[in-house]
């Protein structure tokens, strides 16, 4: 005969959700989160510096011909273009870049060039997210890429998922800096949605009072007095 489901055998895991620890509790929250973590963003962008793999686009001003919507650096570090042929592109920053392709091409070419480099896809641009995401992993992303974006490749958190408790990490300077997001907040628009960097970290915390729940509802489906959420 079946056992009536007791709700003395809850205690355990209700004990278990309120002995949960908080992951780096000493990580800035709220306001002083984005401070810090647009104080990394701004100082990581400017220093950004080109790889072998990244594709740009190279604006030769008032010269469409020499103009290249695409153009690839290859294993070797370099780019080709017009006229100009091999130019050294890796380890530049896309402003040294410019500045070398304008020299190369003021040098016979044309007077007083006017040159912009902008990467539109950086191959060596990717993300860690862990914790408790459908599909943890190393993913690729784009210039402009945000917290968001970071959740939507790793296929969103899951249905046990802290979602008061995600943490950025990020390195600047040699110095790993971190803050902790409300993922709520940033996805109803009540908080900015802080933009992510290659080489970010983003971990996903853990609800415990949420997989006591999933743990119940699957030892015990056939009893309806629980909802699922």
Not at 20 to 31: K, V, Y
């Given at each position: 005969m079946a056992q009536p489901f007791s709700l003395l055998r809850l205690a355990p895991f209700a004990l278990l959700a309120a002995c949960?620890?908080?992951?780096?509790?000493?990580?800035?929250?709220?306001?002083a989160a984005y401070e810090v973590l647009n104080a990394a963003t701004a100082e990581q962008n400017g220093a950004y510096l080109l790889h072998s793999g990244d594709i740009l686009s190279v604006n030769v001003f008032q010269e469409p011909d020499l103009t290249v919507e695409e153009v690839s650096i290859d294993g070797m570090g370099n780019l080709y273009l017009p006229l100009i042929g091999e130019v050294r592109a890796a380890g530049l920053s896309q402003t040294e870049l410019s500045?070398?392709?304008?020299?190369?091409?003021?040098?016979?070419?044309?007077?007083?060039?006017r040159v912009a480099v902008s990467v539109k896809q950086a191959l060596?641009?990717?993300v860690s997210v862990e914790g408790d995401v459908m599909q943890p992993g190393v993913y690729q992303i784009q210039p402009g890429a945000t917290l968001l974006t970071a959740m939507a490749l790793a296929h969103s958190?899951?249905?046990?998922?802290?979602?008061d408790e995600v943490l950025v990490f990020r390195m600047v300077n040699g110095q790993r800096m971190g803050a902790r997001f409300n993922l709520t907040d940033v996805r109803s628009g009540t908080a900015p949605?802080?933009?992510?960097?290659?080489?970010?970290v983003v971990v996903v915390g853990f609800?415990?009072?949420?997989?006591?729940w999933r743990d119940i509802l699957e030892a015990a489906p056939l009893f309806n007095i629980f909802t699922r959420f």
């Open positions: 949960q620890p908080q992951l780096h509790p000493d990580l800035p929250t709220g306001a500045q070398q392709i304008e020299r190369a091409y003021g040098e016979g070419y044309l007077r007083n060039p060596s641009a990717t958190p899951t249905r046990t998922a802290k979602m949605d802080p933009q992510i960097l290659p080489g970010d609800s415990a009072v949420r997989g006591v």
